[in-house]
């Protein structure tokens, strides 16, 4: 993470203050944003389920790199200051070691997750109800493939 804040170091800092979302979910993020300091609490439907303070964490890069509406929000819990990408694709598509940095901690979190629901199919494998279907959610997550992004157009035969 301190190798992505070395190759962002050029990108304008933003000061974001206590309570004020970055990412809002539901939306286009805006931008990507990269934490210099601070804390950001993440949030699903209203639902803390993280907060964040290492300098380096990301935030925006999901909705960014699959190019949708962000799947959660991500809210300044303290005054935080952050780089910021306003056109964050551009930056991934002409910057390599930024991406392959964003990608690492993509792929730590996704290892995290990985693990947490490969403990959990192994406690409750034998469980009937809906503990039990944890085993097909793990293995639907390690073979989803999503599907490409096309602008769509009617006339447009493939979109």
């Known amino acids: 993470m301190a190798d992505l804040l070395r190759y962002c ?3 304008p800092i933003v000061q974001v203050p206590a309570g004020e979302c970055v ?3 539901g939306r286009d993020a805006e931008a990507m944003y990269i934490l210099i300091d601070g804390a950001v609490q993440m949030e699903r439907d209203g639902i803390a389920f993280a907060t964040v303070t290492y300098p380096g964490a ?3 890069d999901m909705s960014t790199v699959l190019q949708r509406v962000a799947t959660a929000s991500a809210r300044a819990m303290v005054p935080s ?6 056109d964050a694709l551009a930056m991934l598509e002409q910057r390599p070691e930024v991406t392959l940095a964003v990608l690492r901690l993509t792929a730590g979190r ?9 403990d959990v199919r192994a406690q409750y494998a034998d469980s009937a ?17 999503a ?5 769509g157009s ?6």
Do not use: I, S, W
């Open 9 to 11: 170091a050029d990108l």
């Open 23 to 25: 990412v809002q979910q």
């Open 58 to 60: 990301v935030f925006g």
């Open 81 to 86: 200051r952050m780089h910021v990408a306003r």
């Open 110 to 118: 996704l290892n995290a997750m990985t693990q947490y629901l490969a």
């Open 129 to 145: 109800g809906h503990l039990g279907l944890v085993g097909g959610v793990l293995e639907t997550l390690l073979h989803y493939q």
């Open 147 to 151: 599907p490409d992004k096309r602008p």
């Open 154 to 159: 009617l006339r447009d035969p493939l979109g």
